[in-house]
């Protein structure tokens, strides 16, 4: 059965203190790995889809990285406004459905 | 260039009613995905509308139910309401690409509450 598992469950970073959250993934075929940012309340805003291992992709201050059983979304010098929860989820079939991890919810303080 | 909409906010119904949820998808989009999310958790898919059709359904029962229109809006029905049905539901639309690029774009979301 495909899983996806994302940790730390919440992370609490000072401002300027880079950390990262992993989303490890065990699917029958990846077709694409998403992740995606959500404010309390609101739907998932996109921010980075991976497809295959090796790849990265960068967006202000995150850049997110893919391996064969894992994916990270770094986050360098963290401000206050980037504190939300960051879901991930895969893509195995040509149809698009997504499954997601329970998220990890990022809190910056000043 | 409008985003993905829906409505309504919220809702608070009766256990036992039914409820019609609806969302429009993204200018250009041609495929809308319903998803329910439990607080605290990551969304759970429903089903998947192209063509006016379901081509994918998750682990939901028959009391979930959707359609989708002409001009690609799509609603999502809920009968006999449980108290578990209490979430909040996302709608996600994307334009079917089947070389494997797409991206789904997801609504503000409705707020249902089952009393």
């Known amino acids: 059965e495909d899983q996806v598992t994302q940790s730390p469950e919440a992370l609490r970073l000072q401002e300027g203190e880079s950390s990262s959250l992993n989303c490890s993934y065990t699917?029958?075929?990846?077709?694409?790995l998403f992740w995606y940012r959500q404010d309390p309340g609101k739907g998932p805003e996109f921010l980075f889809t991976?497809?295959?291992a090796g790849e990265e992709k960068e967006k202000e201050r995150l850049k997110a990285t893919l391996t064969k059983k894992e994916s990270f979304l770094h986050i360098t010098a963290p401000k206050p406004e980037d504190s939300a929860t960051y879901l991930c989820?895969?893509?195995?079939?040509?149809?698009?459905?997504?499954?997601f991890g329970a998220g990890t919810q990022v809190v910056v303080t000043p | 260039d409008a985003g993905v909409t829906q409505s309504p906010t919220h809702l608070i119904k009766t256990r036992g009613q039914q409820v019609t949820l609806r969302c429009s998808p993204k200018?250009?989009?041609?495929?809308v995905s319903w998803y329910q999310q439990a607080l605290g958790q990551g969304p759970q898919f429903i089903f998947q509308y192209y063509e006016e059709e379901e081509r994918q359904r998750g682990n939901f029962p028959d009391r979930f139910s959707g359609h989708q229109f002409p001009n690609y809006s799509s609603e999502l029905n809920v009968n006999a309401l449980l108290l578990g049905d209490s979430a909040l539901y996302l709608c996600?639309?994307?334009?079917?690409?089947?070389?494997?690029?797409?991206?789904?774009?997801f609504g503000p979301g409705t707020r249902l509450t089952v009393t």
């Open positions: 699917v029958s075929g990846l077709r694409g």
């Open positions: 200018s250009g989009h041609d495929t």
């Open positions: 989820a895969v893509r195995t079939d040509s149809w698009g459905k997504l499954q």
């Open positions: 991976l497809y295959s």
């Open positions: 996600a639309s994307s334009l079917l690409d089947r070389m494997g690029s797409y991206e789904q774009y």
